[in-house]
Every structure is written in C-alpha cells, then in structure tokens.
C-alpha cells in the first residue's frame, strides 16, 4: 500500500513544484510590467491574461495540496511492512543529513589506525548545544557512487575499530557520545570475515558497556543484527516512528524460518520490529514522531523533534557520575 502512496504523492510533487514555479515567473513578470511598463512578456501570454492565469495557478496549487494530504492520510495507520519500506527509503534523511541539522563545528575524523578507513562509519567531534559530543553512525550515502563506497551503510570491521577509537577518545575527555542507526547489517564479505567482523562487533559491545560518558543512540531507518547492534549499547534509545529495528532482515527470517523470502510482510508482522513494539517491550525509550508519509516529507520538522528529545535525554544524563552513568547503562540491559 505505502509504495503506491508514495509514487503517487511523487507525481503530486513534480505537478506541484512545476506549477508553482509557472506561478513564481507569472508573479514576477508582472511585477516588473509594474515597475516598467515597456517590459516585453517572456512568453506568449500577454499581461493583461497574466491575473487570470495566476489565478488558476492558485486554484491548481490548492487542489494539489489537498490531493496530497488525502494520500498522506492514509499512511495514519501503516502495518509493520509499509513501516519497513519507509525505513529503507532513499530519500530518508540520513547522518550527513543529521549532522549539519543538529550540530555545529563538525570535524571528521577517519581511519581506524590499525589497517583501514571504512566510509560506512561516519563520525567525529562537534558541538551539541555548546555541549562538546562525539558522534557517530552509519553512512548508506546519498547517490549511487555513495551508496557503492559505504557498501549501503553495511560496515567492515575497520569501520567498527573506528567507532570504538572515537568512543575511546570520548571517553578520555569526558565527551558524551550519541550515536545514529542506519544499516542493513555488518557486511557479509569474506575480506571482511578475514579481518574479523566478529570480532570487532563483539569488542565493541564489550567496549560500549564500559564507557563511563552518557551514550545516546538514535534509529533513524534500519537497524538490523550485529551491525546495528555494535553502535547501540547505550544508555537511552531514541528512535524514529518508520524505523525498525531487528535481530535481521525480514528476508532473512523469512528465508531461515520458511525457506521462503517472498513471505517477508508475514515476518514483519511476527517479529515486533517496529518503534511501538519495541517501545512496548521496553527495547526503546522514546519514540519521535514523523510526518504522515516519513521523515523525507518534512525533514525539517523531523530534526526538530529528535533535537529536542535527544537535549533533553542528554541534560538528565549530564547529571549522573562517571559510575552512575555506567551502572544506568548496565542496569538498562539486564532489564531486557
């Protein structure tokens, strides 16, 4: 149902931004006619039509918009599968996204001193209101060539190494960590076998449940098995209305429990993935609203809400000590 919502909210936009554009140049050739009468049209409407037919453009335009809130209405009650397309949509914002909307003074930092620099992992220093962080997460990218240099936001075991080096230096200048989720799971590849996913994954749980700063992690799309999991021992998970978050994929399950991959939507519903079930069981502390449609349809509104709750989690953690914070972290996990 949602795929269908969507490509035709799609072809709403495209009519919608041509006619507004039409609009903008009407409302401006008229404004210089008013300004200097010896102005020429730039097309072949004369200006005395032009009233008219920014008049009908404004008829257009308002048909248009209700057209797509009508569509966007019926995404008010989604099954669990339209909540996985939304959480894998492209056009989703993502953490090179995030970062300009909530942080100032961003530095990069890459490679993992050790082997490699793995794009998948995008992270570094900045500030948070005023307040010095260290962030993290996953990059899918936002084109093609992107998208094919992070492996779709599926991290090696350098990109995991990173993560715990930037968390170390976290952790040495007592710099909270917040961290975005975003991946379809660590990349299955055999070089990275070679170099020891497991392993990182797994140092990176064991690192995380030691660190004495507060850690924010925040799902924002997919967040799928080992790859999600190795940025996500935290001491508050926040997380997106559409996005799941899941021992694996639907295919996945469906394919192990089944043999069948075609009854993902059948999984979906089985394995309590989405933002309310796992608010429900105690997995999420908070879930951010979306606009109807997902986050891609107001993304502005959306950065607000996650910066607000994430200020908020943050004040009340900046409170606790180094021992509180760690033992609020362990306490969190032995509940589930």
Not at 229 to 239: D, G
Request: hydrophobic share 40%.
């Amino acid at each position: 149902m949602i795929r269908n919502i969507l490509e035709q909210a799609k072809k709403v936009d495209t009519k919608l931004s041509a006619i507004s554009s039409s609009a903008k140049k009407h409302t401006l050739m008229l404004t210089r006619a008013t300004l200097d009468p010896s102005i020429e049209p730039e097309d072949d409407s004369s200006f005395e039509e032009i009233p008219a037919l920014l008049e009908e453009e404004r008829k257009e335009i308002l048909h248009l918009q209700g057209l797509k809130s009508d569509l966007l209405e019926q995404c008010r009650n989604l099954t669990p599968a339209d909540r996985v397309v939304l959480a894998r949509l492209s056009s989703r914002p993502h953490i090179t996204d995030f970062i300009p909307a909530l942080f100032t003074d961003f530095f990069e930092q890459k490679g993992d001193h050790l082997y490699d620099e793995d794009p998948s992992i995008y992270g570094g220093i900045a500030l948070y209101h005023k307040i010095p962080v260290t962030v993290l997460g996953h990059r899918k990218g936002s084109s093609v060539e992107e998208n094919l240099s992070c492996r779709f936001g599926m991290p090696c075991p350098e990109g995991y190494r990173k993560a715990m080096r930037l968390m170390a230096q976290a952790e040495k200048f007592a710099r909270p960590i917040i961290t975005f989720i975003d991946t379809p799971g660590a990349y299955p590849g055999m070089e990275a076998e070679e170099h020891g996913q497991g392993e990182a994954i797994a140092r990176s749980l064991a690192f995380m449940s030691h660190l004495s700063v507060p850690v924010i992690a925040v799902v924002t799309g997919e967040g799928n098995s080992g790859g999600a999991l190795a940025l996500s021992v935290c001491n508050r998970m926040l997380m997106l209305e559409n996005a799941v978050y899941s021992v694996l994929s639907p295919e996945g399950f469906a394919s192990i429990l089944w043999k069948d991959a075609s009854r993902h939507e059948e999984a979906c519903e089985l394995m309590k993935m989405t933002s309310y079930d796992l608010y429900e069981n105690g997995i999420v502390d908070e879930v951010i609203p979306e606009p109807l449609g997902g986050a891609q349809t107001d993304p502005t509104s959306v950065y607000r809400s996650i910066d607000e709750a994430i200020y908020r989690h943050l004040k009340a953690l900046l409170k606790m000590s180094p021992k509180e914070v760690r033992a609020d972290r362990h306490k969190k996990f032995r509940k589930l």
